[in-house]
C-alpha cells in the first residue's frame, strides 16, 4: 500500500463545506475547492495556519457548486496574487456572474462572485506537491466536474463523484436531462484507476474503494429503477443544505422559501402528484424530521 505523499492535507469540513485539500512543496501552494461563503472565514484560517505565513499560489475547483467554490472570494481577497483554475464547462457564466446558469439562484443558496485565471481541461496534468496529477472529466453529480488523480500514489481528489457511501445528488437529472449513465460512466473510470486512497468531497478519507463502488452503483441502481426516489432525496438535500445554513428558522418561513425557489418548483411540477406544493414541502421537512436530519420545536425548523 502506497503512503500519502507529503506536503498533503486535507480538512474535512462536513456537508454545507466541501473537504479542503492542500497540497504544498518548496516552490507552490494549491488549495482544492474551497467550501461554502459561510466558513469562509474558517477556510482562510485553516489555510493560513497550515501555510505558516507563506502565499496561497493556486486555487483549484473541482466543480463550481456553492459548496466547492464559495470560499473562492475570500481568499481571493485575502491573497491578492492567488491564481484561480475552475472547469471550463461553466466559464462563460462565471465571467458574466450569471446566478441561473451556476445554479445558486435556482437552488436558493448564496455564493459571492469570485473571477478564474486559467482553466482546468481534462486529460491536462497539473504539478501539485512534487507530483505530476491527472485532471479527469467526471460528469454525473455535475457535468462539468472533474476529479484529481495521481498515479504513483494512486490518490484519487473525488469531489462528488465517490464518497464512501454512494455520490452526490445528479442535478442535471433534477433538471430533467438524463444523466444516471454518465453516473455509471465516472464509476467505471473511478474503478480503472485502481485507486488506494480516496478523498472524496464530504466525509473522510477512505481506502475501501471497491466498497464505496459497491454502495455507489446500488445506490444508482435504485435511483433509476426510480426517478422520483432520487426527486425527493435531491429536493430534502436542498432543505437540509439551507438548513445547515441557517441552523434555525421559522418552519413558515422556511417552507415559504423553498416554494418559492426554482429547483423546488421544478420538482414539484414533475413529482408532487397534483399536491399542492406547501403540502409537499411540509411531507419532505416530515422526513427530514423522522431521518432526525431535523427537529421542530414550537414553530422553529432546527437542524440536527
Not at 5 to 22: T, Y
Not at 99 to 126: I, M, N, W
Not at 137 to 157: C, M, N, R, Y
Not at 250 to 255: G, L
Request: net charge negative.
Amino acid at each position: 500500500m502506497n503512503p500519502l505523499p507529503q506536503g498533503l492535507q486535507v480538512f474535512e469540513r462536513g456537508w454545507l463545506s466541501s473537504n479542503n485539500v492542500l497540497l504544498t512543496d518548496a516552490h507552490s501552494s494549491v488549495l482544492v475547492d474551497s467550501g461554502y461563503a459561510t466558513h469562509q472565514a474558517q477556510t482562510q484560517s485553516l489555510v493560513s495556519v497550515a501555510l505558516q505565513g507563506r502565499p496561497l499560489d493556486l486555487l483549484v475547483n473541482t466543480h463550481l457548486h456553492s459548496d466547492h467554490c464559495g470560499g473562492n472570494a475570500g481568499l481571493q481577497s485575502a491573497y491578492p496574487d492567488l491564481q484561480t483554475m475552475i472547469p471550463p464547462g461553466e466559464a462563460p457564466a462565471v465571467l458574466i456572474w450569471n446566478e441561473d446558469a451556476l445554479s445558486y439562484k435556482p437552488t436558493g443558496q448564496f455564493c459571492p462572485r469570485f473571477k478564474f485565471d486559467k482553466l482546468l481541461h481534462p486529460g491536462q496534468v497539473l504539478r501539485m506537491a512534487n507530483l505530476d496529477w491527472q485532471i479527469l472529466a467526471a460528469p454525473g453529480h455535475d457535468p462539468h466536474s472533474v476529479i484529481i488523480f495521481e498515479p504513483s500514489h494512486k490518490v484519487l481528489i473525488s469531489a462528488d463523484a465517490l464518497w464512501a457511501d454512494g455520490f452526490g445528488v445528479v442535478f442535471p437529472e433534477l433538471e430533467g436531462k438524463h444523466a444516471f449513465d454518465e453516473v455509471a460512466k465516472t464509476l467505471d473510470l473511478i474503478e480503472g484507476l485502481q485507486a488506494e486512497w480516496v478523498i472524496p468531497g464530504h466525509g473522510a478519507i477512505f481506502q475501501d474503494v471497491a466498497s464505496a463502488l459497491a454502495a455507489a452503483r446500488r445506490k444508482l441502481d435504485g435511483f433509476m429503477q426510480n426517478p422520483e426516489k432520487h426527486a425527493r432525496y435531491g429536493a430534502k438535500v436542498l432543505l437540509k443544505f439551507k438548513l445547515l445554513e441557517l441552523q434555525r428558522a421559522p418552519q413558515a418561513s422556511f417552507v415559504l422559501w423553498a416554494t418559492q425557489t426554482h429547483y423546488f418548483q421544478v420538482l414539484h411540477q414533475r413529482y408532487g402528484l397534483g399536491q399542492p406544493i406547501k403540502e409537499w414541502v411540509e411531507q419532505l421537512l416530515a422526513d427530514l424530521q423522522r431521518s432526525r436530519a431535523l427537529e421542530l420545536v414550537g414553530q422553529d425548523v432546527v437542524n440536527l
